[in-house]
């Protein structure tokens, strides 16, 4: 079982979307790093990649795709 914390969990999936829609799909996944939300977004991203995908990049729509089936099927609790 792997953890997120929610919020940034969300905003990674948002920001999938917007490059899936906006023509970007097929590039890489990549994060700018500006701020520290920034940073915790590259370590979910991480932690994504490493245990779902062995390691490898993902594109855009790869990343929407797995955490679009993986959202709608996980339950989340709120402390």
């Known amino acids: 079982m792997t953890a ?7 905003k990674l999936f ?3 979307k917007e490059a899936r829609y906006d023509g ?8 700018t790093v ?3 939300g920034s940073h915790e977004l590259v370590e979910i991203y991480r932690d994504i990649k490493s245990v779902f995908n062995n390691g490898k990049d993902m594109t855009w729509n790869q990343l929407f795709n797995f ?6 099927e996980s ?3 709120f402390e």
Not at 4 to 10: E, G, K, W, Y
Not at 24 to 31: L, Q
Not at 67 to 72: S, Y
């Open 4 to 10: 997120f914390r929610i919020i940034p969990t969300v």
């Open 14 to 16: 948002n920001l999938a």
């Open 24 to 31: 970007y799909g097929s590039n890489s996944v990549y994060i």
């Open 34 to 36: 500006r701020t520290k």
């Open 67 to 72: 955490m679009d089936k993986q959202l709608t």
């Open 75 to 77: 339950l989340v609790v």
